[in-house]
């Protein structure tokens, strides 16, 4: 199969990779019982595959050489095992590797389980889907669904990203209230995707203002009067970023609301909602 692999470690992506014109391919014998053998079609790459990559002694750890990078894909399920009921062979799916594999999305075919991808919903594109595996996830899962009501107050620190775009439209599905930020040029995109109120972090003290707003549900805590977040710049970058303080007591400064921390899966049940 074609495939791009992985040279060397420790570099970065774009130096670390050549195109195999016939690199070793997964086969149906070696399936477990949950998984199926797919065809890709359009892959997707998100940081995380370089991040991994660039991350040193733990990406050395985690990646061996003569591998494919790459977690999110569309594609068709060519093989299965045989007591596999979950998807039929042609069928087209997608979604995304729970973990790094030897035969990632960037190779002509890989092997997933079953459990962590869904079908392609009619009316949408191939290539849309495949980004909708890591970011999308990560956004859906960070909302807790089962905690977003219509009505809740929801804050998405940087909207126009590809977790954002996908935070701000799941949470107006929800029915919630959405303030998000961005830089100026992304101001109409952000509302674009419907977000009630846009906060130009180039022009708007962003905590001052969440502070006007007591308790709002951000992708990541709870926020109370009592702001758990700090302010802080990086020297390469004029765009504020938000620190939370979710370790840190009450009486030092801390929140007082509950830290939610998600461990984003990869699971079909959430493509399924993804995707409608």
């Known amino acids: 199969m074609k495939a791009w692999q992985y040279t060397t470690l420790g570099g970065k992506l774009e130096e670390s990779l050549v195109l195999k014109a016939f690199a070793p391919a997964p086969n149906k014998s070696s399936l477990f019982k949950d998984q199926i053998l797919i065809e890709v079609t359009t892959a997707f790459i998100n940081p995380v595959d370089y991040k991994l990559l660039e991350s040193g002694l733990l990406g050395k750890l985690s990646i061996k050489t003569l591998a494919s990078p790459g977690l999110d894909f569309c594609g068709r ?51 849309e889907a495949a980004g909708a595996g890591t970011a999308a996830l990560t956004a859906y899962q960070s909302l807790l669904p089962d905690v977003v009501k219509p009505g809740s107050n929801v804050f998405i620190n940087g909207g126009s990203g590809g977790v954002g775009t996908f935070g701000i439209q799941f949470a107006k599905a929800l029915g919630a209230q959405v303030t998000t930020t961005c830089s100026t040029a992304n101001v109409g995109l952000c509302k674009g995707l419907g977000a009630d109120e846009v906060l130009d972090y180039k022009k708007a ?72």
Not at 101 to 110: A, D, E, V, Y
Not at 233 to 240: C, D, I, L, N, Y
């Open 77 to 127: 399920v060519v093989a299965k095992y045989a007591s596999n009921n979950a998807l039929k062979e042609g069928q087209l799916v997608f979604g995304a590797l729970g973990k790094a594999s030897n035969f990632g999305t960037l190779g002509q075919f890989t092997i997933i389980s079953s459990a962590e991808c869904a079908l392609l919903p009619l009316g949408v594109e191939k290539d």
């Open 205 to 276: 003290d962003v905590v001052s203002e969440l502070k006007k707003k007591g308790q709002v549900l951000t992708l990541w805590s709870i926020m109370s009067e009592a702001l758990p977040y700090t302010k802080t710049t990086k020297p390469s970058s004029s765009r504020p970023e938000l620190s939370c303080k979710m370790l840190q007591p009450a009486f030092l400064g801390g929140g007082r609301r509950r830290f939610h921390f998600v461990r984003v899966q990869s699971r079909s049940e959430d493509y399924v909602q993804i995707g409608k």
